[in-house]
């Protein structure tokens, strides 16, 4: 089976731009899950899909921050207006739920400068 | 609230030398228990999970862990580390809601294979 796919794989952006950043989870996954490393820091929680819906959104910075999951397919994260501390690696994943592990995809790098 | 403590940030070994990366958590109930790699350029790879059961566990690659829950540990093992396994190694604890988790992350440990 397909991957969890991730796109860009790299962005570089200037301040206070916007970056959409796209996941694909692994088709009947129900459960996507976003993921944040910032650079020296431990990898956190952003939020939690079901479906289409927004199971937990705790880890969310701030409300430049916007993810949507359409149609409880592929998900979007967007960031505007981007700012320095917003570079990062963004990770998504995908699980049944359950016992079963989360399989994330390879990130996107996003470098804000 | 859950955390998880990698206390090595850098090991360095040498190829065919033995291997454990330590792991600590903290939580309030049994918590389901995960190694990741990472390795450069590549994403999140799952090594192996611990849910319930057997207290030492299998994984890909030739790893294993053994979960002890009186002293809160999740140790990495593999007794004979190939250049190949030169990554950056994450623990994480699972909180759950329902059948489902949010993870927790140590801050890594960056392995490095001498020849």
């Known amino acids: 089976e397909a991957g969890v796919t991730q796109f860009p794989s790299h962005s570089v952006i200037e301040k206070g731009q916007t970056v959409t950043l796209r996941c694909d989870p692994i088709s009947g996954h129900d459960n996507l899950y976003w993921y944040r490393r910032v650079m020296g820091k431990e990898i956190k929680f952003l939020l939690h899909f079901v479906k289409e819906s927004k199971q937990d959104e705790s880890g969310m910075p701030n409300n430049r921050f916007l993810a949507e999951r359409t149609g409880g397919t592929y998900s979007t994260l967007k960031v505007q207006p981007a700012e320095l501390e917003d570079s990062g690696v963004y990770f998504c994943?995908?699980?049944?739920?359950?016992?079963?592990?989360?399989?994330f995809g390879s990130g996107t790098r996003l470098t804000v400068v | 609230a859950q955390s998880v403590t990698q206390p090595d940030i850098h090991i360095t070994v040498s190829e065919g030398a033995s291997l454990e990366l330590r792991c600590n958590y903290s939580y309030g109930a049994t918590p389901y228990l995960f190694w990741y790699v990472q390795s450069p350029g590549q994403g999140l790879q799952l090594l192996l999970k611990y849910f319930s059961g057997d207290t030492l566990v299998q994984g890909i690659k030739g790893f294993e862990a053994e979960f002890k829950r009186s002293q809160s540990s999740f140790n990495l093992r593999k007794p004979s580390v190939h250049w190949s396994d030169a990554a950056e190694y994450f623990c994480?604890?699972?909180?759950?809601?329902?059948?489902?988790?949010?993870?927790?992350f140590g801050k890594g440990t960056l392995l490095t294979v001498n020849p």
């Open positions: 994943a995908s699980s049944q739920g359950g016992v079963h592990g989360y399989t």
């Open positions: 994480a604890v699972g909180r759950r809601r329902g059948s489902n988790y949010k993870l927790t």
